[in-house]
């Protein structure tokens, strides 16, 4: 591609991105198209001989953006709500554009020493102490992938040169309202599906500590090697908070590695009025957050944290002939996890950080923790509706409960709210499934949300439940 061509569409999509944003809400939040639909319109074959900016640009906006569901539309409150931002946007282009790799240090030391800068920027925010030191990886599946791998190295020192095979069964905590990635980790770690225990919760179904003794000491009894216990400040159906400080003491007294999951929640560590939730997470050996949700940083941007960095380099430091460089004082970004490669990403979230600011950064959060007690408040007031107690963060949940109604009937009335909701497009949210029931769930955290995004949807349940 020739500079100028390149100069006049990059112009040209800087616009129609600006334009985009701005104008999010004209779309319908969730796309219109039937599976396989986009697939349809695509030919089965690459091009033989080159095309257009033109033509790839039509087919864009004909072939994609009706395939679109925009994550950017501020009526967006299903699953987390996330959004990017300028700042965020433009250092994505520019890390694309150097297309460093960071392997080893020489291969990009820009890239190396930035993320280590800008995760102790991102430490202190959150009110973490130091000692704390991260890598930035795609998604909490990952982060949580190499803790426990991490875990597993230490914990588990059998399995390192003859397999799991040679090595006592190891055994991983959770609850029930831990996120799946934490199973889909256990199984690829080969602890198999029995590997991961769910502890018993108590009030606000988080994690009973003393239940988490219990059953580790019964594990050690019966000949098992229990290894690393997960625990989450914001689950995903309800933002629930495990007693984190009292399952570290637990943890630590058997020498278990503790996983801090806070992949939503984590940034409203910065605010000073959350803090409680986040008591005794500085003891967690590990912690992973995602500025991808709820930092404005678009996707993909997972921070794992861990206070040993020699744990991670025991499990996946593997220097071959080819990589050796010399420079043996400073980080290799390769040694932290299972990827080799890996993009520029600091910088998108060290322009995220300089541009909003640390005071910038608590305003939204704030601004997004307020609409979601201004929602609780309007549920509150209103005969015949139901609110999941107690919110937490920026996640409302709630459903309709009008009397008379209850159990599967209950559940139809919910769902069918929920999709008469979703099909009018001015918003989409999404459900969880508490004690075998249906609950709608309302998360806010897009930069562009604000009171009147949050009262249209109140309304549209509202009309919804009647019609229904
Ligand atoms: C979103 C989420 C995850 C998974 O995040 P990915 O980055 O999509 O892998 C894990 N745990 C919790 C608590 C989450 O909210």
Redesign the pocket.
């Known amino acids: 591609m020739p500079p100028e061509e390149f100069r006049e569409w990059g112009r040209r999509f800087v616009d129609w991105i600006a334009d985009y944003l701005e104008g999010a809400e004209r779309y319908p939040v969730l796309a219109r198209v039937a599976p396989g639909e986009v697939r349809r319109n695509l030919p089965a074959a690459a091009p033989e001989r080159g095309e257009s900016m033109d033509a790839l640009f039509r087919d864009f906006e004909s072939v994609v953006m009706p395939g679109v569901t925009h994550w950017n539309h501020p009526g967006f409150f299903g699953?987390?709500a996330i959004s990017g931002s300028g700042p965020g946007i433009l250092g994505e282009l520019l890390a694309a554009a150097l297309n460093v790799n960071a392997m080893v240090w020489k291969s990009a030391p820009a890239a190396t020493e930035l993320e280590a800068v800008v995760l102790d920027w991102l430490r202190r925010f959150l009110g973490l102490p130091e000692g704390f030191s991260g890598a930035i990886h795609?998604?909490?599946?990952?982060?949580?992938f190499t803790a426990l791998a991490a875990a597993r190295e230490k914990g588990l020192p059998e399995a390192r040169e003859r397999g799991m095979a040679a090595a006592p069964r190891g055994v991983v905590y959770g609850t029930a309202e831990t996120?799946s990635?934490i199973a889909k980790s256990v199984r690829a770690l080969g602890f198999g599906r029995r590997g991961l225990r769910s502890v018993e919760t108590g009030a606000g179904r988080a994690m009973d500590p003393a239940a988490l003794a219990r059953r580790i000491d019964a594990d050690l009894d019966a000949g098992l090697r229990p290894l690393a216990v997960v625990a989450?400040i914001?689950?995903?159906s309800t933002a629930a908070v495990d007693p984190v400080a009292r399952v570290a003491e637990v943890a630590a007294a058997r020498g278990l590695w503790l996983h801090v999951?806070?992949?939503?929640a984590g940034p409203a560590a910065g605010l000073g009025l959350l803090r409680p939730h986040f008591e005794g997470w500085e003891c967690a050996d590990s912690i992973?957050l995602?500025p991808?949700?709820w930092l404005f940083t678009p996707v993909?941007c997972?921070v794992l944290y861990v206070r040993d960095p020699a744990s991670l380099r025991a499990a996946f430091s593997l220097v071959p002939a080819y990589l050796e460089t010399g420079e043996r004082e400073v980080e290799h970004l390769m040694d932290q996890g299972l990827a080799l490669g890996r993009r520029f990403r600091a910088l998108k979230l060290w322009f995220v950080l300089r541009y909003f600011g640390q005071e910038g950064l608590r305003r939204v959060l704030s601004r997004h923790i307020a609409l979601a007690r201004r929602l609780a408040g309007r549920i509150d007031a209103e005969d015949g509706w139901e609110r999941w107690r107690p919110t937490r963060f920026s996640l409302v949940v709630l459903r309709c409960a009008r009397r008379g109604t209850a159990g599967p009937e209950r559940d139809r009335i919910n769902r069918r709210i929920l999709e008469r909701v979703n099909a009018g497009g001015e918003a989409f949210v999404s459900h969880t499934e508490l004690d075998g029931e249906l609950w709608i769930r309302v998360a806010i955290g897009n930069l562009r949300t604000r009171a009147r995004h949050v009262d249209a949807l109140w309304e549209a349940l509202q009309r919804a439940a009647e019609e229904v």
């Open positions: 699953y987390f795609d998604t909490a599946s990952t982060s949580t996120h990635s989450t914001g689950t995903t999951d806070a992949a939503y992973v995602n991808h949700k993909d997972s």
